[in-house]
């Protein structure tokens, strides 16, 4: 029964999802905005990409300073604040007439508010869910990467209709209007929750055991696991958001060269909507399978299908089979996305969850800059993508070794812990 005292976990969660879907209409539907914003600003596809690279880079900033607020007033005032810096910093992108003033509003704002966010719907909401933790990460991040479903074809009509410079300002707006109502529903998680008639079990074989003791972010920053962990992290982000930039412009400029301008966008739009998808359903799929399989086997089949998915993409000659491989390292990327809330928690414990996330999380960013850039650049410098694929795929490799390395080091802590 809910009381005052005990809120309705799934309101909260609910909440947290409407949020984080704001999030990603404007994240993760960015693709569809890279060639309106090329020929508005007279710029290359990679100097685009780094407003995308410089949001993904403050976002886990932001998450550090956040999760260090929310643990002293609470989630709802920081959302609150954090929406009100991204719906501000989406509206000020319409303004933005050069590269700078776009990494200023975009990629410094936006990532701001976003991470000021996500620290808090993340964290406090896995807190709410130490019963289902894979289940709820998954829920609320899916809620995040499915915000493009929403958004890409709306924001490919509004393109068209008006500008791109137009359909932020509409967009800003809702942001702030949608983010200040959900705002209400969310409540602080009581220390220690623990649901009504819920006994914690033994840990499932292949996941770490629940921390014995909670480690603040200097404690963290000390535990060796802590750095294979984030190195982990950041190659599983890499396939994933080197498509989140460029997954329309590879439809585009791989199978659409020489199409009508309708075609061309149309090859483009649908790629972006089965990004969305995949992105959605990793999230969900894997991080439901994470709460039976254990973490780390998990790990283990998502770097070594995005090894092949990638390796693969070299001779890939049809649309078609690039939306097979798109799906496939997407559906991993969302995988890796939706289990680190609670690999993190297991790993260092759930009472510092918030800034230790938000520091773990820096590794986001840096596959956010890794990826597009590598894709980007090595384009323009070769004339196509197949380098980029062939190093992300071999990275994939790097990251499943690293998960086996990381699952020996818990191994041994809970024999320790045994003995």
């Given at each position: 029964m809910t009381t005052d005292k005990t809120p309705n976990r799934w309101l909260v969660l609910l909440a947290c999802i409407v949020i984080n879907i704001c999030l990603g209409t404007a994240l993760y539907a960015f693709s569809v905005y890279v060639k309106p914003l090329v020929e508005i600003l007279g710029a290359e596809t990679s100097?685009?990409?780094?407003?995308?690279?410089?949001?993904?880079?403050?976002?886990?900033?932001?998450?550090?300073?956040?999760?260090?607020?929310?643990?002293?007033i609470g989630p709802k005032k920081v959302i609150f604040v954090g929406g009100l810096i991204f719906g501000t910093a989406i509206i000020l992108t319409s303004f933005a007439g050069n590269l700078p003033m776009l990494y200023l509003t975009y990629g410094i704002l936006g990532g701001a508010g976003i991470g000021t966010i996500y620290a808090c719907t993340v964290a406090n909401t896995v807190k709410f869910f130490p019963d289902k933790r894979g289940?709820?990460?998954?829920?609320?991040?899916?809620?995040?990467?499915?915000?493009?479903?929403?958004?890409?074809n709306l924001a490919t009509w509004l393109i068209a209709q008006y500008t791109v410079t137009t359909t932020f300002l509409i967009f800003g707006v809702a942001y702030l209007v949608v983010i200040t109502l959900c705002v209400t529903q969310v409540k602080t998680a009581p220390a220690g929750f623990v649901p009504a008639g819920w006994t914690p079990p033994a840990p499932a074989a292949?996941?770490?055991?629940?921390?014995?003791?909670?480690?603040?972010?200097?404690?963290?920053?000390v535990d060796p696991l802590f750095y294979v962990l984030f190195i982990v992290?950041?190659?599983g982000c890499v396939s994933g958001l080197m498509f989140m930039v460029l997954a329309a412009p590879i439809a585009r400029e791989m199978f659409a060269v020489g199409a009508p301008t309708e075609v061309a966008t149309a090859l483009a739009t649908t790629a972006v909507l089965f990004l969305a998808a995949a992105n959605t359903g990793g999230r969900l799929f894997w991080g439901w399978v994470s709460d039976k399989l254990g973490r780390f086997n998990v790990l283990y089949m998502m770097f070594a299908i995005t090894a092949l998915a990638m390796l693969g993409m070299t001779q890939v000659t049809s649309?078609?089979?690039?939306?097979?491989?798109?799906?496939?390292?997407?559906?991993?990327?969302?995988?890796?996305?939706?289990?680190?809330?609670?690999?993190t928690a297991e790993a260092f414990g759930s009472k510092n969850l918030g800034m230790n996330y938000g520091i773990i999380f820096f590794a986001y960013g840096v596959g956010g800059t890794i990826?597009?850039?590598?894709?980007?650049?090595?384009?323009?410098?070769?004339?196509?993508?197949?380098?980029?694929?062939?190093?992300?795929?071999f990275l994939a490799l790097i990251g499943l070794a690293l998960s086996f390395l990381a699952m020996k080091i818990t191994k041994n802590r809970q024999k320790v812990a045994a003995a």
């Amino acid at each position: 029964m809910t009381t005052d005292k005990t809120p309705n976990r799934w309101l909260v969660l609910l909440a947290c999802i409407v949020i984080n879907i704001c999030l990603g209409t404007a994240l993760y539907a960015f693709s569809v905005y890279v060639k309106p914003l090329v020929e508005i600003l007279g710029a290359e596809t990679s100097q685009i990409a780094l407003a995308f690279s410089i949001c993904t880079l403050v976002i886990p900033l932001a998450m550090i300073v956040a999760g260090k607020f929310q643990d002293t007033i609470g989630p709802k005032k920081v959302i609150f604040v954090g929406g009100l810096i991204f719906g501000t910093a989406i509206i000020l992108t319409s303004f933005a007439g050069n590269l700078p003033m776009l990494y200023l509003t975009y990629g410094i704002l936006g990532g701001a508010g976003i991470g000021t966010i996500y620290a808090c719907t993340v964290a406090n909401t896995v807190k709410f869910f130490p019963d289902k933790r894979g289940l709820a990460s998954g829920l609320v991040v899916a809620g995040f990467a499915s915000g493009a479903l929403f958004s890409a074809n709306l924001a490919t009509w509004l393109i068209a209709q008006y500008t791109v410079t137009t359909t932020f300002l509409i967009f800003g707006v809702a942001y702030l209007v949608v983010i200040t109502l959900c705002v209400t529903q969310v409540k602080t998680a009581p220390a220690g929750f623990v649901p009504a008639g819920w006994t914690p079990p033994a840990p499932a074989a292949g996941s770490a055991a629940p921390a014995s003791v909670d480690k603040n972010w200097r404690g963290m920053l000390v535990d060796p696991l802590f750095y294979v962990l984030f190195i982990v992290y950041t190659i599983g982000c890499v396939s994933g958001l080197m498509f989140m930039v460029l997954a329309a412009p590879i439809a585009r400029e791989m199978f659409a060269v020489g199409a009508p301008t309708e075609v061309a966008t149309a090859l483009a739009t649908t790629a972006v909507l089965f990004l969305a998808a995949a992105n959605t359903g990793g999230r969900l799929f894997w991080g439901w399978v994470s709460d039976k399989l254990g973490r780390f086997n998990v790990l283990y089949m998502m770097f070594a299908i995005t090894a092949l998915a990638m390796l693969g993409m070299t001779q890939v000659t049809s649309y078609a089979l690039y939306i097979v491989v798109l799906v496939s390292v997407v559906l991993c990327f969302g995988g890796v996305m939706g289990c680190f809330p609670s690999i993190t928690a297991e790993a260092f414990g759930s009472k510092n969850l918030g800034m230790n996330y938000g520091i773990i999380f820096f590794a986001y960013g840096v596959g956010g800059t890794i990826g597009p850039q590598l894709g980007s650049r090595i384009k323009e410098a070769s004339g196509d993508f197949t380098l980029a694929f062939i190093i992300a795929g071999f990275l994939a490799l790097i990251g499943l070794a690293l998960s086996f390395l990381a699952m020996k080091i818990t191994k041994n802590r809970q024999k320790v812990a045994a003995a």
